[in-house]
Each structure stands twice: as structure tokens, then as C-alpha cells.
């Protein structure tokens, strides 16, 4: 199972539990969750296409409204367009909003995001971590940034896969 797929399935069983939660995706990121959560709970999902931008800014609507809003976007875009907007207007006043990278395996959105004041990033590497992130996002008050990658991860605990010693190059 990809990350992509344990994000949608794990948000289906959390929204259940917890009524108070919206999803907000930009256009690429609509389909990490389009499965489940989107066929049963769509009244509480919202794509606003690519707008990375506006999806933070919504997101601050909805949690001053008492939501916690989960936003949902390509991971370079969503650090790069929407860092302003996250910095000020969430992450300085310290909201409970939270947001999910998904695709590129790039670093560059979590370094970003790592300069934000208050804003917690998770980088899970195993399918089993993706879904211990996902459920510790509703405990956690604050901003929190979740890295998935679409790609399965291998399993680096295989002592074949690690190296006994360092190369230079």
C-alpha cells in the first residue's frame, strides 16, 4: 500500500471518529483522497484546485470557526506558495492547522517548513509511521506538517541494506 492510499483509508476511519475536521486539496493532491473519504464524507472535503495559496488562508477560516483543517497538496508547491501564508497567519498565532505534502522526493518543503516558528514536520518512512502521524495530527494542537512521499519506501531496518562503513568519493 502506498502512503497516499494509508493517508485516504486512515482519514476515512479518523473522520468517524472526529466530526471536527475538514480536508482541504489543491488540484494535484486530489487524488490522495479520493477513495473513501471523498465517497463518504464529501461534505467535508474541498478541492480548490491550484490554489495553494488560498487553501492556507481558507484553512485559518475554518479553524477560528472551531474546524481543524487538513491541508492537502503537492509537497514542493504547497511549501514554496503557501509559506507566507503559513508563517503569519497560522504558524505565528499558533493555529491548529495541519497540512500533508504528498509526491516529489524532494527535501526542499521540509526545509522550509522546518523554519516555520510552532510548526511540527513528520517525514514518516514506513507505512506503519504514516498511520501513527496520522492519528497523532489530532492529538498535537498546533501547526503540523506531514511529508508522504507516492513512493513505496524500502524497509532500511534490513541489515542487507545497510553498510558497514562509510564510502568517499
Known amino acids: 500500500m502506498t502512503f497516499i492510499k494509508a493517508l485516504d483509508e ?37 478541492n480548490l484546485g491550484l490554489a495553494e495559496m488560498n487553501a492556507a488562508s481558507c484553512a485559518v477560516g475554518f479553524n477560528v470557526r472551531g474546524k481543524v483543517p487538513i491541508v492537502v497538496g503537492p509537497a514542493e508547491f ?11 497567519d497560522i504558524c505565528i498565532p499558533n493555529l491548529n492547522v495541519k497540512f500533508v ?14 523554519l516555520l516558528p510552532n ?21 498535537h ?14 524497509d532500511i531496518d534490513d541489515e542487507k541494506l545497510l553498510r558497514r562503513q562509510a564510502s568517499v568519493l
Not at 504547497?78 to 503569519?88: D, G, S
Not at 494542537?141 to 513505496?152: E, H, I, Q, S, V
Open 10 to 46: 486512515n482519514l476515512f476511519k479518523l473522520a468517524k471518529k472526529y466530526s471536527n475536521f475538514v480536508v482541504i486539496t489543491t488540484d494535484l493532491a486530489s487524488h490522495a483522497c479520493n477513495d473513501m473519504f471523498a465517497k463518504f464524507f464529501s461534505n467535508r472535503r474541498i
Open 78 to 88: 504547497l511549501a514554496a506558495r503557501a509559506w507566507e501564508q503559513m508563517k503569519y
Open 119 to 139: 510548526m511540527k514536520v513528520v517525514c514518516p518512512r514506513t507505512e506503519e509511521e504514516v498511520v501513527i502521524a496520522i492519528e497523532n495530527m489530532f492529538l
Open 141 to 154: 494542537y498546533g501547526p503540523m506538517y506531514l511529508r508522504l512521499t507516492d513512493a513505496l519506501l524500502p
Open 101 to 114: 505534502g504528498v509526491g516529489y522526493d524532494g527535501t526542499d518543503d521540509v526545509e522550509l517548513m522546518k
